[in-house]
């Protein structure tokens, strides 16, 4: 253990006997040969191991640990961790007091064996009473970059980024969804390394720097979330995205059972992009591998496989403001990219949290609960003072969105019918006071629903989507934020 370590295991004597932490750290790494150091507010164990030949375990490796507690190290985490398989490195993150941070990201040789942590270990309680927190963890090496004019070509961006940042691998731009020969207003900028993206995000940051004359706007872009290959194996549903918003499902369900007919079961299409769902998964493969760049009503299409709901997130929660993505009233979000930035919050599963990518996945919404104890200090606040990424309904983001713009709520107005079989259908009519008396005085949906939670978020969710294409009220943080992607 070179002295960098021992200074840092010094430092634990606050927490642990100095001499007893210091041991233990030892005996760790007499029994598996791995280094230590310490340095940057952290504490590398291994990377690499003992052995080791060749680069580093490619991306979907790691896995980020929180909700450690902070009198726990090494030479008890280690142990648990080595149970779904071989660390290549853990770092353990490291306050000045000698405590961790609650927090640290393993490493492992394989994705199959990160993926195993997360299953086996995710929730596990190591000590009495204390429960970890295990997801993936990627290097983000994408940027996203906002307000950007919206005639520039891909190529054209690229440069420009090239010359104003260093290791940049390729652009992600997409086009308009009313008008192909334009970009969408924003960008993802790919790095060929976290490093590169991080100094270009460090340069561009402030707000100052300009492209073209325009003040352009940098963020993160989230990382779109992983999908083992077992799942991926199953899925029979292709994604078609860059479609003419006036293309129809009959024209893509047609276009797509020509190469052989009655191989497509539906067809889900949202403004310009769509779902087809296909009876077998060997047709959809080969589908893809035939539409995939084909031109409908114009447009040149890009096909991908769909990324299937978490299993968890199917069963609908009405109680808690999040519909079933399994309604087949309902509108999913699950690629809506166009967004213009101006001055609002974010729809919940806007696509461009997606990080660029071609193939999405329906909105998964993390949601977790946490113990509330006793004497714990609750403060009052409005609802309106929280971030758009709080809301989880349709519902609650217009009305959010409204009191942003300093208008009145949303009215919503009741509407049924009856259905041939006897069943009492339901809809919603929503009008926003403050533009009623503009291009559109009302909102309704062209789909009725059978329960009054379901039709009141598909009015919310149908009326959001014509505010954006009407009227611009969607902001930076809605464009590049959405899987969490």
Same mark, same amino acid.
């Given at each position: 253990?070179?002295? &960098?370590?021992?200074?840092?295991?010094? $430092?634990?004597?606050? =927490?642990?006997?100095? %001499?007893?932490? !210091? @041991?233990? *750290?030892?005996?760790?790494?007499?029994?598996?040969?791995?280094?230590?150091?310490?340095?940057?507010?952290?504490?590398?164990?291994?990377?690499?191991?003992?052995?080791?030949?060749?680069?580093?375990?490619?991306?979907?490796?790691?896995?980020?640990?929180?909700?450690?507690?902070?009198?726990?190290?090494?030479?008890?985490?280690?142990?648990?961790?080595?149970?779904?398989?071989?660390?290549?490195?853990?770092?353990?993150?490291? &306050?000045?007091?000698?405590?961790?941070? $609650?927090?640290?990201? =393993?490493?492992?040789? %394989?994705?199959? !064996? @990160?993926? *195993?942590?997360?299953?086996?270990?995710?929730?596990?309680?190591?000590?009495?009473?204390?429960?970890?927190?295990?997801?993936?963890?990627?290097?983000?090496?994408?940027?996203?970059?906002?307000?950007?004019?919206?005639?520039?070509?891909?190529?054209?961006?690229?440069?420009?980024?090239?010359?104003?940042?260093?290791?940049?691998?390729?652009?992600?731009?997409?086009?308009?969804?009313?008008?192909?020969?334009?970009?969408?207003?924003?960008?993802?900028?790919?790095?060929?390394?976290?490093?590169?993206?991080?100094?270009?995000?460090?340069?561009?940051?402030?707000?100052?720097?300009?492209?073209?004359?325009?003040?352009?706007?940098?963020?993160?872009?989230?990382?779109?979330?992983?999908?083992?290959?077992?799942?991926?194996?199953?899925?029979?549903?292709?994604?078609?995205?860059?479609?003419?918003?006036?293309?129809?499902?009959?024209?893509?369900?047609?276009?797509?059972?020509?190469?052989?007919?009655?191989?497509?079961?539906?067809?889900?299409?949202?403004?310009?992009?769509?779902?087809?769902?296909?009876?077998?998964?060997?047709?959809?493969?080969?589908?893809?591998?035939?539409?995939?760049?084909?031109?409908?009503?114009?447009?040149?299409?890009?096909?991908?496989?769909?990324?299937?709901?978490?299993?968890?997130?199917?069963?609908?929660?009405?109680?808690?403001?999040?519909?079933?993505?399994?309604?087949?009233?309902?509108?999913?979000?699950?690629?809506?990219?166009?967004?213009?930035?101006?001055?609002?919050?974010?729809?919940?599963?806007?696509?461009?949290?997606?990080?660029?990518?071609?193939?999405?996945?329906?909105?998964?919404?993390?949601?977790?609960?946490?113990?509330?104890?006793?004497?714990?200090?609750?403060?009052?606040?409005?609802?309106?003072?929280?971030?758009?990424?709080?809301?989880?309904?349709?519902?609650?983001?217009?009305?959010?969105?409204?009191?942003?713009?300093?208008?009145?709520?949303?009215?919503?107005?009741?509407?049924?019918?009856?259905?041939?079989?006897?069943?009492?259908?339901?809809?919603?009519?929503?009008?926003?006071?403050?533009?009623?008396?503009?291009?559109?005085?009302?909102?309704?949906?062209?789909?009725?629903?059978?329960?009054?939670?379901?039709?009141?978020?598909?009015?919310?969710?149908?009326?959001?989507?014509?505010?954006?294409?009407?009227?611009?009220?969607?902001?930076?943080?809605?464009?590049?934020?959405?899987?969490?992607?």
């Amino acid at each position: 253990m070179n002295e &960098e370590n021992i200074d840092g295991t010094n $430092g634990c004597s606050k =927490v642990r006997n100095g %001499t007893q932490n !210091e @041991a233990a *750290l030892l005996a760790l790494m007499e029994k598996t040969g791995y280094n230590m150091v310490q340095e940057n507010g952290q504490r590398k164990f291994g990377g690499p191991p003992p052995g080791w030949e060749g680069p580093p375990p490619p991306r979907g490796c790691e896995v980020f640990v929180g909700k450690i507690p902070r009198d726990m190290y090494e030479d008890e985490l280690v142990p648990v961790f080595e149970r779904a398989g071989k660390i290549y490195e853990f770092r353990l993150m490291m &306050e000045f007091s000698g405590e961790n941070r $609650g927090y640290a990201f =393993v490493m492992y040789t %394989t994705k199959e !064996e @990160a993926q *195993l942590a997360i299953r086996i270990l995710n929730n596990y309680e190591i000590r009495p009473g204390k429960f970890i927190g295990v997801c993936v963890s990627l290097d983000n090496c994408r940027l996203f970059i906002g307000a950007i004019p919206k005639e520039k070509k891909k190529e054209e961006i690229l440069d420009e980024m090239k010359k104003v940042t260093e290791g940049v691998v390729d652009v992600i731009v997409y086009p308009s969804a009313t008008d192909k020969t334009k970009n969408r207003g924003f960008a993802f900028v790919e790095y060929e390394s976290h490093r590169a993206a991080a100094m270009a995000r460090r340069k561009l940051i402030p707000g100052t720097f300009q492209l073209w004359g325009h003040t352009i706007q940098v963020d993160w872009a989230d990382p779109e979330k992983e999908v083992d290959e077992e799942t991926m194996q199953r899925v029979k549903v292709l994604y078609v995205r860059n479609l003419m918003i006036s293309t129809t499902e009959e024209t893509i369900k047609a276009e797509f059972n020509k190469f052989k007919p009655g191989a497509v079961e539906r067809v889900k299409k949202l403004r310009d992009y769509a779902f087809v769902h296909f009876f077998n998964r060997e047709d959809a493969v080969a589908a893809m591998s035939v539409m995939n760049g084909k031109c409908i009503d114009g447009a040149s299409i890009e096909v991908t496989l769909a990324k299937p709901v978490n299993k968890e997130n199917t069963w609908r929660q009405h109680l808690n403001g999040q519909i079933s993505p399994n309604s087949e009233n309902l509108i999913v979000f699950a690629n809506k990219e166009e967004s213009h930035p101006k001055t609002l919050g974010k729809l919940p599963t806007l696509p461009a949290r997606l990080n660029g990518q071609h193939s999405p996945s329906p909105p998964e919404v993390e949601r977790c609960t946490y113990p509330f104890y006793p004497g714990t200090k609750l403060t009052p606040i409005s609802m309106y003072s929280l971030k758009s990424n709080h809301f989880n309904s349709a519902v609650m983001h217009l009305d959010y969105y409204c009191n942003k713009n300093n208008w009145a709520p949303p009215e919503y107005y009741l509407y049924s019918t009856t259905s041939q079989d006897g069943k009492v259908l339901l809809v919603y009519k929503i009008v926003i006071p403050a533009i009623a008396n503009g291009s559109q005085s009302y909102f309704m949906p062209d789909k009725l629903c059978t329960t009054l939670e379901d039709a009141k978020e598909l009015a919310a969710q149908f009326t959001l989507l014509h505010l954006d294409r009407e009227h611009n009220l969607f902001s930076l943080d809605l464009c590049r934020r959405i899987w969490r992607k």
